[in-house]
Antibody, heavy 117, light 110 residues
Framework: QVQLQESGPGLVKPSETLSLSCTVS????????WSWVRQPPGKGLEWIGY???????NYNPSLKSRVTISVDTSKNQFYLKLSSVIAADTAVYYCARGREAAALDYWGQGTLVTVSS | QSVLTQPSSASGPPGQRVTFSCSGS????????VYWYQQLPGTAPKLLIYRNNQRPSGVPDRFSGSKSGTSASLAISGLRSEDEADYYC???????????FGGGTKLTVL
């Protein structure tokens, strides 16, 4: 069964770049939608974007200017970079896999990233 | 402000049937599949329903989904205390060219 695990700094300063990795284990980066979703404390889910295993990406228009998602199939990892962060970017960040873009069937446990000086 | 609209809360006693609504538009629910997620406290979301009414392996048949026009519903029958969670609907949005989520409904089992 596919397992996903997020990793990266839990604290990022305003205006800096948030960088997270997602390691896929018990499986590989297959022809699926490898996604990032975030959830601000006490709030709902927000789709950030996804990368298809071929490298094609799709981002939430509200974040598109600041987001980059990439993949390294040799390492079974995919990545999220969010630049020029502000306090409103504070959230639990999840990586997930979907057989369809909105059907995310495997999720990481999530990692809390706080934006603060 | 979420693209899909869900009531903020719902409740019911054990054993009862409860339904959740999810309202969208022609660019999302009206023309694409609906998905439902369950998020237990402190955990990652779990896919509960896909393609309007399909259950992934392991999801009990107490959970069922339906769609009509630009709205969708999730029903839970035989409510149990372990069903207490947040429930989110989702759909692909043609205008956004990406998935959108509802704001979530918090279920309390009385």
């Amino acid at each position: 069964q596919v397992q996903l695990q997020e990793s990266g700094p839990g604290l990022v300063k305003p205006s800096e770049t948030l960088s997270l990795s997602c390691t896929v284990s018990a499986g590989s980066i297959s022809p699926d939608y490898w996604s990032w979703v975030r959830q601000p404390p006490g709030k709902g889910l927000e789709w950030i974007g996804y990368i298809y295993y071929s490298g094609n990406t799709n981002y939430n228009p509200s974040l598109k200017s600041r987001v980059t998602i990439s993949v390294d199939t040799s390492k079974n990892q995919f990545y999220l970079k969010l630049s020029s962060v502000i306090a409103a970017d504070t959230a639990v960040y999840y990586c997930a896999r979907g057989r369809e873009a909105a059907a995310l069937d495997y999720w990481g446990q999530g990692t809390l990233v706080t934006v603060s000086s | 402000q979420s693209v899909l609209t869900q009531p903020s809360s719902a409740s019911g006693p054990p054993g009862q049937r409860v339904t959740f609504s999810c309202s969208g538009s022609s660019s999302n629910i009206g023309s694409n599949y609906v998905y439902w997620y369950q998020q237990l406290p402190g955990t990652a979301p779990k896919l509960l329903i896909y393609r309007n009414n399909q259950r992934p392996s392991g999801v009990p048949d107490r959970f069922s989904g339906s769609k009509s026009g630009t709205s969708a519903s999730l029903a839970i029958s035989g409510l149990r205390s372990e069903d207490e969670a947040d429930y989110y609907c989702a759909a692909w949005d043609d205008s956004l060219s990406g998935p959108v989520f509802g704001g979530g409904t918090k279920l309390t089992v009385l």
